[in-house]
Nanobody
Framework: QVQLVESGGGSVQTGGSMRLSCVAS????????MKWFRQAPGKEREGVAT???????TYADSVKGRFTISRDNDKNTLYLQMSGLKPEDTAMYYC?????????????????????WGQGTRVTVSS
């Protein structure tokens, strides 16, 4: 069973940058879909960025132009490069993967369809 472990969270000031990593215990290529989610205190979890096996990406409007999702399949690692951070980016960030077969676009997957999750890494942005 694939396990995901996030790292790279911490505290940063407004306007700063941070890179999150998510290491998979084995290659998550069955569907290729991987996604970063986040959950701010008192709010529902939301999708941030999605990537498929070919490297195609989609982003939430709130992070477009500031965040970049990428993956290194040789290292079984998913990344989220965050820049121009704002206090509203403060949240627990989770990586997720769908390890089952999926022929459709990753952008169509709903949160509950991701079957493998990391434990989360906390990001705090201070003003």
């Amino acid at each position: 069973q694939v396990q995901l472990v996030e790292s790279g969270g911490g505290s940063v000031q407004t306007g700063g940058s941070m890179r999150l990593s998510c290491v998979a215990s084995s290659y998550t290529a069955s569907s290729g879909c991987m996604k970063w989610f986040r959950q701010a205190p008192g709010k529902e979890r939301e999708g941030v960025a999605t990537i498929d096996s070919a490297g195609r990406t989609t982003y939430a409007d709130s992070v477009k132009g500031r965040f970049t999702i990428s993956r290194d399949n040789d290292k079984n690692t998913l990344y989220l490069q965050m820049s121009g951070l704002k206090p509203e980016d403060t949240a627990m960030y989770y990586c997720a993967a769908l390890t089952a077969l999926w022929a459709g676009p990753c952008s169509l997957l709903r949160e509950r369809e991701y079957n493998t999750w990391g434990q989360g890494t906390r990001v705090t942005v201070s003003s």
